[in-house]
């Protein structure tokens, strides 16, 4: 027996001997009744998720918490989610981790794309970690590009736009995906990979650059961050007080980022050799910056 698809773009709707669910080319849909007695269907792609569906539907119904699944693509809510997103804590979200965040973000929106919210589950954030893997990046990275995903859906669901979080409780192993943190082996260069990447980088402040950062595990933008004033050469040692990325200076993300580390004689020297050379040497002025005094 046929129905009328109205709502489901003029294709047929089927009847099956299982209530309220239809057979439509290739998938299902399952109507019911919300609350308000209005008339809502969902699609499904097999049998077994339109009967789950149309369970859970009816239970929520039931007990008065149904609410309409989000029509908004991926695509659409990543677009204006970075003005609603106020971070997973008291303190906010600093601007360079949402600027972070929303580079990440379009690789997921060119593989989620026009998918609706509501039909991305657990079974697509895992397919989504399997693509970033499989393209060769480092579980660390693909963790990384995880972080806003799992972000924006956390808000979706505070919005009342899907009904959970698909990326909750969603563990991405054996490497195909993403390893836990200790699986991860870091190779450190060796001292004579060390020296030779030292002798290729041109020398001056270049080269300075790569034997500060060898020499105290600073991290890059601490490194860039970096002003005269927190160069203390006769004590040999560098304050890091803050950090510059993409142009924006601003303090290290904790308070264990705030510390005093040693440098060696020969580096301290050339440190002040660069100082006196140097065209900006006044305290607030960056060691490694531009020759506009901007963070390079």
């Known amino acids: 027996m046929q129905v009328d698809g109205s709502g489901s773009r003029g294709r047929t709707l089927v009847k099956t001997r ?11 849909v399952v109507r019911f009744r919300d609350g308000t007695g209005r008339q809502r269907q969902r699609a499904c792609r097999t049998l077994a998720e339109a009967r789950r569906v149309r369970a859970e539907m009816t239970a929520d119904v039931a ?4 609410r309409p699944e989000a029509r908004l693509t991926f695509a659409q809510y ?10 997973r804590t008291s303190k906010g979200v600093r601007p360079l981790t949402m600027a972070a965040y929303v580079r990440d973000l379009r690789r997921a929106v060119d593989h989620f794309g026009r998918r609706r ?35 924006l859906f956390a808000t979706a669901v505070e919005d009342r736009l ?8 969603v563990r991405l192993v054996n490497g195909s995906a993403a390893a836990e943190p200790d699986d991860e082996q870091v190779k ?27 020499e105290t595990g600073l ?16 004590g040999r040692r ?34 002040a050799a660069l100082r006196l050379a140097s065209g900006r040497s006044a305290a607030a002025d960056f060691v490694f910056g531009t020759a506009k005094g901007t963070p390079l």
């Open 78 to 87: 990543a677009e204006r989610w970075p003005a609603e997103y106020a971070g």
């Open 188 to 214: 450190a260069l060796s001292p004579e990979e060390l020296a030779r990447l030292v002798e290729e980088t041109p020398e001056g402040s270049k080269r300075l650059m790569v034997v500060v950062l060898a």
């Open 238 to 271: 560098l304050r890091v007080r803050q950090r510059a990325r993409e142009g924006r200076v601003e303090r290290p993300k904790s308070a264990r980022g705030i510390r005093e580390v040693p440098i060696s004689r020969e580096t301290a020297r050339d440190l």
């Open 162 to 169: 899907i009904r959970a979080n698909p990326t909750a409780g």
């Open 219 to 234: 991290r890059i933008s601490e490194l860039l961050g970096l002003t005269w004033d927190s160069v203390d050469v006769e």
């Open 63 to 66: 007990r008065g918490e149904y």
């Open 18 to 28: 299982h209530p309220g669910i239809y057979a439509r080319g290739e998938g299902y």
């Open 117 to 151: 919210l509501s039909e991305i589950g657990p079974p697509e954030v895992k397919e989504y970690a399997r693509t970033l893997a499989d393209s060769g990046l480092s579980p660390a990275t693909v963790r990384r590009y995880l972080a806003p995903v799992k972000a």
